[in-house]
């Protein structure tokens, strides 16, 4: 079965949203009403943000509001990678955080730890496996980046398993592995959505006021309060916290250092045992492929893989629109390079396919800050690896609120502002060029153009 037959008859949806288990939205805001804290998005973010200020401290007033559905953006959407990285891999954190990426790991590992035991606590059930993830090498120029970062991991206390390629490919059975490295301990899978939903539960049941279908239109300083004017109402908060990734942000300061990136994904249907059998997988790792454009797969817990990654596209003006959920080029290429991968699963049909936006910055990790007299607080930039770095910023953003210096307000990371984007027209020149430059170094085993060593010693560091 080539690719295209494969895809016929797969849903144009995001499989995770896509299942009868979806809970109904909660009411909208209807009038006027006043809060200790507001919380502006319904992703992982907002979820944590409002879920630990209710743990801080039961008795806040804390309303959530989300302009569609709890989890329907890039939460509900994504791979469902929840790992230990705050820094969206340990070379992008030591290239930019040198002084402080032990403690950036460590930060991390604690924060993975903690969200098992919260999810635990709350009865979260959205599959979480902590089975760990593959790094595998598909080009003989990736091996040596393989090499260096369990080097790296190793002076910092970390064991990434380096395998060759027959041990790899005992582990997950593909001709394309050259050799592969196991962080057995720093990354979990998750249900994505139904991480959101029982997120979304949990802060219900601790007394969180959630309104979904509520977009919030204007935020204006009224004085002692900062208010939010919704399409039925409006929210008087004293603090206000922003979580809504890269749509425009209610911030105007914001728009100059994010851009939305399209990202897109493949379900098949369940495997076999047969099938099952005949990749190997018994660790059920995700796993990723080393080059600029990657792919990320998994197993879901009924054993259908998701595929997705590679193509990363920004539309020229920064667009966002429902239209470019769906991009057929992308799904066929995906479908290509998936049988590629795995010519065992040969007749294997994809039930889902779909796209969506992410947030993303010139670090390529998250970034935070506050404004109104350090009345509002942000977090931002995840960069597609948020399903679990969003706990740590939404602790970072209620630490800025509660305006006391914390082992995390002292980071650089969190001090620090990425470099900003010129603006448009010149953004989408940079942006689309690079793009072409990092296309172009994976195809010339690895080798970076002159203008991307421009953007490496400029701080931007275009590599992921």
């Known amino acids: 079965m080539g690719p295209l037959k494969a895809l016929a008859d797969a849903e144009r949806k995001p499989y995770w949203l896509d299942r009868p288990i979806a809970p109904e939205p909660l009411p909208r805001l209807v009038g006027d009403v006043t809060a200790d804290l507001a919380v502006v998005g319904g992703g992982f973010t907002g979820l944590w943000t409002a879920l630990m200020a209710k743990e801080r401290d039961p008795s ?63 009865g979260v059930d959205c599959s979480f496996e902590r089975t760990g993830e593959l790094r595998v090498a598909t080009e003989e120029w990736q091996l040596a980046g393989l090499d260096e970062e369990a080097a790296v991991a190793a002076s910092l206390g970390r064991r990434l398993e380096r395998l060759d390629a027959d041990r790899v490919r005992a582990e997950l059975d593909s001709p ?17 959505a139904r991480l959101a939903w029982g997120l979304r539960d949990a802060c219900v049941r601790l007394g969180v006021r959630v309104a979904e279908e509520t977009p919030v239109r204007s935020l204006r300083d009224g004085g002692r309060l900062l ?14 916290a922003l979580g809504t990734g890269a749509f425009p942000p209610l911030l105007r300061r914001l728009r100059h250092f994010l851009i939305p990136v399209y990202d897109y994904a493949l379900m098949t249907e369940p495997l076999s045992a047969v099938q099952l059998a005949a990749l190997g997988w018994r ?22 893989v998701l595929w997705g ?79 679990g770095a969003t706990r740590f910023g939404a602790n970072v953003m209620l630490d800025l609120l509660d305006g006391r210096p914390t082992e995390r307000t002292s980071l650089r990371m969190v001090r620090d502002k990425p470099m900003p984007f010129p603006p448009e027209p010149v953004r ?29 010693a400029m701080g931007f560091g275009f590599d992921s």
């Not at 806040?60 to 329907?72: P, Q, R």
């Not at 208010?227 to 206000?240: C, F, K, Q």
């Open 60 to 122: 806040l007033d804390v309303v959530l509001l989300e302009g569609g559905h709890t989890g329907w953006a890039a939460s509900g959407r994504n791979g469902g990678f929840c790992a230990a990285s705050l820094t969206h891999g340990l070379g992008n954190g030591l290239e930019r955080w040198p002084d402080e990426i032990a403690a950036l790991e460590r930060l991390g590992r604690e924060n993975l730890d903690e969200i098992e035991a919260s999810l635990a606590r709350h």
């Open 176 to 192: 394309t592995y050259l050799g592969g490295l196991w962080d057995r301990e720093g990354v979990a899978m998750v249900d994505p």
């Open 227 to 240: 208010e939010l004017r919704t399409p039925l109402g409006s929210v008087r908060a004293r603090r206000v």
């Open 283 to 304: 660790n059920r790792q995700g796993v990723g492929d080393s080059g600029n454009q990657f792919h990320y797969y998994r197993l879901t817990d009924d054993n259908r």
């Open 309 to 387: 990654g590679y193509d990363a596209v920004y539309h020229n003006g920064g667009l966002v629109r429902p239209e470019y959920d769906q991009r057929d080029a992308t799904f066929e290429k995906l479908a290509r390079h998936f049988f590629e991968t795995f010519p065992q699963l040969h007749g294997v049909r994809f039930t889902h396919r779909w796209g969506g936006v992410i947030d993303t910055c010139s670090r390529f990790s998250a970034f935070f800050g506050t404004a109104y007299g350090s009345r509002l607080a942000y977090a931002a930039g995840y960069t597609g690896l948020g399903v």
């Open 428 to 456: 989408s020149g940079v942006v689309q060029f690079t793009r072409w430059s990092m296309v172009r170094a994976d195809a010339h085993q690895g080798r970076r153009n002159a203008w991307l060593r421009m953007l490496d």
